[in-house]
C-alpha cells in the first residue's frame, strides 16, 4: 500500500510539474518555437541556426541585422505572408510550392562554365557555398534575377540553408503552385549578343520551346501555370511569343506586346542594384547631401529615351545639379554611388525601355527617386505605395523650362526626410543574395507570384503616383 501511494504522489507531481511549465511558456501560433524563447534571442542579439543540427553558417545579410529579428518581426507595408526562417520549411510550411524542370547544364549554370563532375549530373552542389558558380559582373549583373530564383529554389531542398520559407520546390508537379523553367535567359543574350553568335541563343530557345511544348505538364495548363524568367528586354526574342501564356518575370514591358506580356499576369522584379549598398545608419541626412539632383549615364538614347536629351539641355548649366554622362569603365560605377550617396533627388529617366537600373541605385544609396517614365511598371507596386519615397513627373511637364527644378525646390524638407526614411525602410526589398533572407528582393517575387492568384493593392497605389497633394 505505501508503494503504490508513493508512485501515485509521484505521477501527480510529474503531471503538476509538466502543466506548470506549459503555463509559462508562450507559444507563437505560427511557429514551434516558444515565443519567450525568440525574445530571449533577440534581446541577446544572437544568431542561432534552429532549422538543422549541423554546423552554423551565418548568411550574407545586409547591416549585420539579427535574422531571427527579421524573421518574426515581418515588414511594414501590408504583407502577411512572409514564412519564418525559424519553422521547418517542406511542402506543407511554404507559401508556394514549386516544381522546377530539371533541364541541361546548357540552359543554366553550363552558361557559367559550370560542369558536374558525374555524368549526367545537372546542378551544382549547395554544401559549399565558395564553390557555387558565380555570376558574371559588370551590366550582366543587373538582370541576373534568374540566377538568384534558380539558387534560391535548391536551396529550399538544403537543410542546412538558412532561408525564407516562402518557397518550397516539390519533386512532383502534381503537387507544385507553379512550375518553372531554369533558363538563364538574359545570361544567354549577354553572352551571345554578337550578330555571329546569336544563331546559338536562338537554338537554346528552341530547344527550350520543343522541350516545353512536349511536356504534359504545359499541354494540361496550357502553360498558364509556369514561371518564365526574361528579364532583359531582349531575351527570349525569338520564344516569347510562343510561350506567352506563361507567367514571365521581367523588368518592364517596353518590347512586349500586351497579349504577350501584362500587369495582369506577369511579374516586374528589380533590376540588380550596380552602386553599393549604403546602410541606414550611415545614410546621408538632408543637409548632408549638397547636391540637388543626380543624373549620370548615357545620354543619347533611341524611343522613349529622347527625353534624357531635352532635359540634359535643360539642366546641365544649373549650379545644385549634377547632368553627365557616365559609364561603367573607369570606376564609373564607384563614381556614381558616391554622387548619389550625396545627393537630395536622383533622376530616373526612360531610356530606350521604360526602366531603368538607375531606380534601384537611387533606393541602394536612399537618394530620392524622380521618375520620370510614363510607361514604368514596378516591382512589388501592389503592396507598395511608391509615392511615398518617389517623385513622379510627366514626361511633358519634365520638359517645360523650369518647371523641375522649381518642383524639387519646394518639397520641404520635413516631407523629403519622411521619404528617406521610408527609403531606409524598404531598400532590403531591392537585395538579391544568396542565401535570400525574409522580404529581400528574391524573397519578395516569390511572394508576387503567390499573390498573382488574389486582388491586390496595385490600382491603388498606381493612381497614387501623380497626387500632388502629396508634396
Known amino acids: 500500500m505505501p508503494s503504490r501511494l508513493f508512485s501515485c504522489l509521484i505521477a501527480f507531481s510529474i503531471f503538476l510539474l509538466i502543466s506548470s511549465t506549459l503555463s509559462l511558456l508562450q507559444f507563437d501560433p505560427n511557429s514551434f518555437i516558444p515565443t519567450s524563447f525568440l525574445e530571449l534571442i533577440l534581446v541577446n542579439n544572437t544568431y542561432l541556426n534552429l532549422i538543422s543540427p549541423g554546423p ?20 511594414n507595408a501590408t504583407n502577411t505572408n512572409t514564412r519564418s526562417t525559424t519553422k521547418q520549411c517542406d511542402r506543407d510550411n511554404a507559401l508556394l510550392r514549386v516544381y522546377m524542370y530539371d533541364l541541361a547544364p546548357e540552359f543554366h549554370f553550363g552558361l557559367l562554365g559550370w560542369k558536374g563532375k558525374y555524368a549526367n ?9 565558395k564553390r557555387i558558380p558565380s555570376y558574371p559582373g559588370g551590366l550582366n549583373l543587373q538582370h541576373s534575377t534568374e540566377y538568384w530564383l534558380t539558387l534560391d529554389l535548391l536551396a529550399s531542398n538544403s537543410g542546412n540553408v538558412v532561408r525564407p520559407c516562402s518557397v ?111 546602410p541606414p545608419a550611415a545614410s546621408a541626412s538632408f543637409n548632408q547631401r549638397t547636391t540637388l539632383l543626380y543624373f549620370q549615364g548615357a545620354i543619347y538614347r533611341k524611343d522613349g529615351g529622347v527625353i534624357r536629351q531635352e532635359l540634359y539641355y535643360l539642366l546641365k548649366k544649373e549650379k545644385d545639379v549634377h547632368f553627365s554622362f557616365g559609364s561603367v569603365q573607369r570606376n564609373g560605377v564607384e563614381e556614381a554611388g558616391k554622387g548619389m550617396a550625396l545627393s537630395k533627388y536622383c533622376l530616373n529617366i526612360a531610356g530606350d525601355t521604360p526602366s531603368s ?6 533606393i541602394a544609396t536612399h537618394c530620392v527617386p524622380v521618375i520620370i517614365s510614363d510607361e514604368i511598371e514596378l516591382p512589388f507596386e501592389d503592396v507598395l505605395d511608391y509615392s511615398e519615397f518617389c517623385v513622379f513627373v510627366l514626361a511633358a511637364d519634365a520638359v517645360k523650362k523650369g518647371y523641375l527644378l522649381n518642383l524639387l525646390r519646394g518639397i520641404k524638407q520635413e516631407k523629403w526626410t519622411k521619404m528617406w526614411e521610408r ?38 497605389h498606381r493612381r497614387n503616383r501623380y497626387s500632388r497633394s502629396q508634396y
Not at 549530373?121 to 557555398?129: I, N, Q, V, Y
Request: net charge positive.
Open 56 to 75: 552554423t553558417k551565418t548568411p550574407s545579410f545586409p547591416y549585420n541585422e539579427p535574422i531571427l529579428e527579421v524573421a518574426t518581426q515581418g515588414w
Open 423 to 460: 527609403l531606409k525602410e524598404i531598400s532590403l526589398h531591392y537585395e538579391y543574395q544568396y542565401p535570400s533572407q525574409p522580404n529581400d528582393a528574391v524573397d519578395m517575387i516569390w511572394q508576387t507570384v503567390s499573390r498573382k492568384r488574389t486582388p491586390t493593392k496595385l490600382n491603388v
Open 121 to 129: 549530373e545537372t546542378w551544382p552542389s549547395l554544401r559549399d557555398a
Open 168 to 278: 518550397y520546390r516539390v519533386q512532383n508537379s502534381s503537387e507544385a503552385d507553379v512550375i518553372f523553367v531554369p533558363f538563364f535567359s538574359s545570361l544567354s543574350y549577354n553572352k551571345r549578343s554578337k550578330r555571329r553568335e546569336r544563331r546559338d541563343d536562338r537554338v537554346l530557345q528552341e530547344k527550350l520551346v520543343d522541350f516545353l511544348q512536349g511536356r504534359e505538364e504545359w499541354k494540361v495548363s496550357g502553360g498558364r501555370d509556369h514561371l518564365v524568367v526574361a528579364h532583359h528586354p531582349n531575351s527570349m526574342l525569338f520564344a516569347r511569343k510562343k510561350l506567352g501564356t506563361s507567367m514571365f518575370v521581367l523588368s518592364d514591358f517596353g518590347r512586349y506586346p500586351h497579349n504577350v506580356a501584362n500587369i495582369a499576369k506577369d511579374v516586374v522584379a528589380p533590376y540588380k542594384h550596380m552602386v553599393k549598398t549604403i
Open 357 to 362: 537600373n538607375r531606380l534601384f541605385d537611387a
